[in-house]
């Protein structure tokens, strides 16, 4: 029977992975928050010298992670050659580096910064109060999320993976949109670390199979899905895209759901759905086609046409195009103008323009989450996700 041998071939794709995870180290996770505007190098030296005059050691992990921005800050992505197996120390400072991948030298530049300040405020802090700008909330793995200047920044922050949305991001980005809609920010904001957007659902989330099986695997991901949309249609205030880099799949589709999204020009945006065996989803069925026309909604979501950022702002998907290497700057200064704006007006005003789709729109996320739980069954999307995942594992 057809589900048998899917079943079968996801526990072999998950097997995989499980051997492959058990022959890597794994990557650093960074947590560290990148503010509005970049580190100059003049903050980036301080902050060199500040590491030195900490009180407290701050242990293995940290020096790990200080030592592999400095590298990505000064260097670029790792360029040395492994060392062998017994070298400990030089392998454990090689994987830190080598797992920051492509982060832009500014963006660790920048981490570096905040990860010294992080350092230093807790070195000195027990007595003192942490200011209230650039408070970096708690509790989170796969999001930073700052406040500043009455903007709640969420940034996806798994830039080894080009910030695919796994599981428990998915799950993180609900709570974090629920803080913010009660909070006193007039404005939140999704932007992703390092030199991706997102690269859409994170494609191992199909490898972890519950002991219902497939069919239970899938029921969850609809369920996840649905919920995860209706966030973004319900929430109350002006929510703003600022896309760094590429945005692939579900990164794209939610887009249609946002009051403003500017782009940085490298960004792209993809939504790959048949290669996958997929079908549009985020509303997108009915925004796409609403914001841009039927026939280039098709070419997107039907023929998986990826646009670059200039043809995302001329079909009317993306506000504003800016270029890459003055984006943080002139984007983060549009928005904190913005966000000196009556809160109340604000968020009426975004009532009233979205108020009339909203009931329509969850009946359509309804009908998405459905169509695509078969989907994910079927032939076509287990061995298109099989694909991707034999690709990249590196045995
Ligand atoms: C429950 C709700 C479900 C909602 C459904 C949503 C539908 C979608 O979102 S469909 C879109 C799914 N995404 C994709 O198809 C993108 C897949 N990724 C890629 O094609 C490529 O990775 C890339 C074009 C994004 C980047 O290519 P590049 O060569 O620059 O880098 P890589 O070496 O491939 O990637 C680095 C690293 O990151 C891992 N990775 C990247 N994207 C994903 C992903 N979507 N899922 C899982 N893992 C991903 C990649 O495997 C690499 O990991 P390793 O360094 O460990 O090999």
Same mark, same amino acid.
């Given at each position: 029977?057809?589900?048998?041998?899917?079943?079968?071939?996801?526990?072999?794709?998950?097997?995989?992975?499980?051997?492959?995870?058990?022959?890597?180290?794994?990557?650093?996770?960074?947590?560290?928050?990148?503010?509005?505007?970049?580190?100059?190098?003049?903050?980036?030296?301080?902050?060199?010298?500040?590491?030195?005059?900490?009180?407290?050691?701050?242990?293995?992990?940290?020096?790990?992670?200080?030592?592999?921005?400095?590298?990505?800050?000064?260097?670029?992505?790792?360029?040395?050659?492994?060392?062998?197996?017994?070298?400990?120390?030089?392998?454990?400072?090689?994987?830190?580096?080598?797992?920051?991948?492509?982060?832009?030298?500014?963006?660790?530049?920048?981490?570096?910064?905040?990860?010294?300040?992080?350092?230093?405020?807790?070195?000195?802090?027990?007595?003192?109060?942490?200011p209230?700008?650039?408070?970096?909330?708690?509790g989170?793995?796969?999001?930073?999320?700052t406040?500043?200047?009455?903007i709640?920044?969420?940034?996806?922050?798994?830039?080894?993976?080009?910030?695919?949305?796994?599981t428990?991001?998915?799950?993180?980005?609900?709570?974090?949109?629920?803080?913010?809609?009660k909070?006193?920010?007039?404005?939140?904001?999704?932007?992703?670390?390092?030199?991706?957007?997102?690269?859409?659902?994170?494609?191992?989330?199909?490898?972890?199979?519950?002991?219902?099986?497939?069919?239970?695997?899938?029921?969850?991901?609809?369920?996840?899905?649905?919920?995860?949309?209706?966030?973004?249609i319900?929430?109350?205030?002006?929510?703003?895209?600022?896309?760094?880099? #590429?945005?692939?799949?579900? +990164?794209? =589709?939610?887009?249609?759901?946002?009051? *403003?999204?500017? @782009?940085?020009?490298?960004?792209? $945006?993809?939504?790959?759905?048949?290669?996958?065996?997929?079908? #549009?989803?985020?509303?997108? +069925?009915? =925004?796409?086609?609403?914001?841009?026309? *039927?026939?280039? @909604?098709?070419?997107?979501?039907? $023929?998986?046409?990826?646009?670059t950022?200039?043809?995302?702002?001329?079909?009317?998907?993306?506000?504003?195009?800016?270029?890459?290497?003055?984006?943080?700057?002139?984007?983060?200064?549009?928005?904190?103008?913005?966000?000196?704006?009556?809160?109340?007006?604000?968020?009426?005003?975004?009532?009233?323009?979205?108020?009339?789709?909203?009931?329509?729109?969850?009946?359509?996320?309804?009908?998405?989450?459905?169509?695509?739980?078969?989907?994910?069954?079927?032939?076509?999307?287990?061995?298109?996700?099989?694909?991707?995942?034999?690709?990249?594992?590196?045995?």
């Open positions: 029977m057809a589900v048998v041998g899917l079943s079968g071939r996801l526990a072999r794709c998950y097997c995989l992975r499980a051997v492959r995870s058990s022959l890597r180290v794994p990557a650093l996770q960074l947590h560290v928050s990148k503010t509005a505007m970049g580190a100059s190098q003049k903050d980036f030296e301080s902050a060199v010298n500040q590491v030195k005059l900490l009180k407290k050691d701050p242990g293995n992990e940290v020096k790990l992670k200080l030592y592999a921005l400095y590298k990505q800050a000064t260097e670029g992505p790792c360029n040395t050659p492994k060392p062998g197996l017994f070298d400990l120390i030089n392998k454990a400072k090689w994987d830190a580096w080598n797992a920051l991948g492509d982060l832009p030298k500014e963006t660790a530049r920048q981490n570096y910064v905040d990860l010294v300040s992080g350092l230093r405020s807790s070195s000195d802090s027990s007595s003192q109060v942490k209230e700008a650039d408070k970096k909330q708690a989170y793995e796969t999001l930073v999320i406040s500043e200047d009455h709640t920044k969420i940034m996806l922050n798994r830039p080894a993976k080009k910030n695919a949305l796994n428990q991001m998915y799950q993180e980005i609900m709570l974090a949109l629920e803080a913010a809609s909070d006193d920010s007039t404005i939140t904001v999704f932007t992703g670390s390092g030199d991706y957007y997102s690269s859409g659902n994170d494609l191992t989330n199909f490898t972890d199979i519950p002991p219902g099986g497939v069919e239970e695997k899938a029921k969850n991901g609809a369920i996840l899905l649905r919920d995860f949309v209706d966030c973004f319900d929430f109350p205030k002006p929510l703003v895209a600022v896309v760094n880099g #590429p945005a692939v799949g579900i +990164s794209v =589709t939610v887009l249609g759901l946002f009051d *403003l999204v500017y @782009a940085s020009d490298r960004a792209t $945006f993809h939504t790959p759905f048949s290669h996958l065996g997929q079908t #549009p989803e985020g509303c997108s +069925s009915y =925004t796409f086609p609403k914001i841009m026309g *039927l026939a280039k @909604a098709v070419e997107m979501l039907i $023929f998986g046409k990826k646009l950022a200039g043809e995302a702002y001329a079909q009317g998907l993306v506000t504003e195009v800016f270029p890459d290497s003055t984006f943080e700057k002139e984007v983060w200064t549009r928005l904190k103008a913005y966000s000196k704006l009556p809160r109340n007006a604000m968020r009426i005003s975004k009532q009233i323009i979205r108020n009339h789709e909203k009931e329509k729109l969850h009946a359509i996320n309804a009908e998405e989450s459905s169509i695509l739980q078969e989907r994910w069954l079927s032939d076509e999307c287990v061995n298109a996700v099989m694909n991707f995942l034999s690709q990249k594992a590196k045995l």
